[in-house]
Structure formats: structure tokens, C-alpha cells
């Protein structure tokens, strides 16, 4: 729904997340599923992401939990406006415990993508950042212009958090580019790259 108040979008979702995920460092990320997850995949495949690939409401609770495990270290979620609406709870929960270093990137096409492109609840004026903001995130905007994005990226990297930005993208199809698809040897190459082989034992 294009409107004076929520213009079409210009963004592209592929662009926008290798501008985010460019030059990385020790940024630890988990992929929500679908699109984010194949959009964080041709940025290209790191052992500090991890990918979920079907547990749909469940990438902010994980990166939570990672933020919270990991204090020391800064924590990305990137998912899309369909799983974010599914783990909306979770921004409550992170409204709570509000770790300095999570950082909550939603690409936002307003549709499920994934699934045939159905109308999401943000193309119907749903304002998730809103959402977060209420929950007591401590910047939490609708992100528009290829301009902000490099803002954004330091916010993740430096700004004390919990941080959200929901990112309005053209509703495209890119070319699929899926991450490795075991989601236990994910979860270990995650665990051994961050703590050491010690931590398999
Ligand atoms: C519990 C559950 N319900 C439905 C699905 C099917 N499903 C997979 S991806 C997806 C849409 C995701 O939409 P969004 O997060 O907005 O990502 P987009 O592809 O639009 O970027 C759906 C409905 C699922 N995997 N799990």
C-alpha cells in the first residue's frame, strides 16, 4: 500500500544487507527465514552467521539469547516483516532485558515473500518500529534512503542498543542463494568459530 505517509519503496533488499554485513569484523548474525536468510548468504557465507532456516517467530529470540550469552560481543538479527510479526512477543522481551548490543535489522517488502507474496500487515500499516519503540528499544525508526544505510551499519557496530530499523525494500525476487542447509553443522561452525573447539566437548 503506496500512500503520502508510506511512499513506494526504492530500496533493494540485496544492496542494503551487503552494505550492512561489509566489513563484519566479530559481529555475530542470525538470519531469520526465508529471503533475509538467502539476502545474508549472497553477502556471503560466514561461520558467525547463523541461519534459521524454518523456525519462522524465532530469530529475535535467538539473537536475544545470543546478545544476552554474549555481552561482550555485538549481535545482528536480520529478518523480514513476516517473521518479525510472528515473533512480535519477543520485542517485548527485549524491551525488557534490553541488552546494549542487539541490533534488529527487519527488511520490510510488506509481503511473505517467501510464500508467493501475500500482503503483509506493514502493507497494511502496521508500524513495527513503533512496536519497538514502545517496548523500550532505544532507537527504533523506519529506515527509507539509500543515504541512512550507512548509518545504520554503525549503529549496529557501535550504538548502544537495543536497536531496531525497519527497512523498506521493493517487493523482488532475487536470485535464491541459499547458506549451508544442516542446521546442526551450523550451529556447531557458529559455536566453534565463537568459543573454541573446547566448547564441543
Ligand atoms: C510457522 C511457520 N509458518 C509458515 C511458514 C512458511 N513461511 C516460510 S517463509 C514465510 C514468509 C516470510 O515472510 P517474511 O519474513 O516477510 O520474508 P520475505 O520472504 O517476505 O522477505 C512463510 C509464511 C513457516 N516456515 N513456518
Known amino acids: 500500500m503506496s500512500t503520502a505517509k508510506n511512499p513506494a519503496a526504492t530500496l533493494r533488499r540485496r544492496e542494503v544487507v551487503s552494505a550492512l554485513l561489509e566489513r563484519r569484523g566479530k559481529l555475530l548474525v542470525v538470519t531469520g527465514l526465508g529471503s533475509p536468510t538467502w539476502d545474508c548468504a549472497a553477502a556471503g557465507d560466514h561461520p558467525l552467521t547463523f541461519s534459521l532456516w524454518g523456525g519462522m517467530g524465532g530469530a529475535c529470540a535467538v539473537g536475544l539469547g545470543l546478545a544476552l550469552a554474549q555481552p561482550s560481543r555485538r549481535v545482528l538479527v536480520v529478518t523480514g516483516d513476516g517473521e518479525m510479526l510472528m515473533g512480535m512477543g519477543s520485542l517485548a522481551t527485549i524491551g525488557a532485558k534490553r541488552p546494549g548490543n542487539l541490533a534488529v535489522v527487519v527488511i520490510d517488502n510488506e509481503r511473505y515473500g517467501e510464500t508467493g507474496m501475500q500482503t503483509s500487515h506493514t502493507g ?66 557458529f559455536r566453534w568459530t565463537l568459543l573454541g573447539g573446547g566448547a564441543l566437548n
Open 124 to 189: 497494511q500499516g502496521i508500524d513495527l518500529a513503533a512496536v519497538a519503540s514502545a517496548c523500550g528499544f532505544a532507537e527504533a525508526r523506519i529506515v527509507r534512503k539509500a543515504a541512512e544505510v550507512a548509518g545504520v551499519r554503525a549503529a549496529i557496530h557501535g550504538r548502544h542498543g537495543p536497536l531496531f530499523y525497519q527497512v523498506k525494500v521493493k517487493a523482488e525476487s532475487p536470485p535464491l542463494v541459499m547458506p549451508p542447509r544442516d542446521g546442526a553443522w551450523l550451529k556447531h561452525r
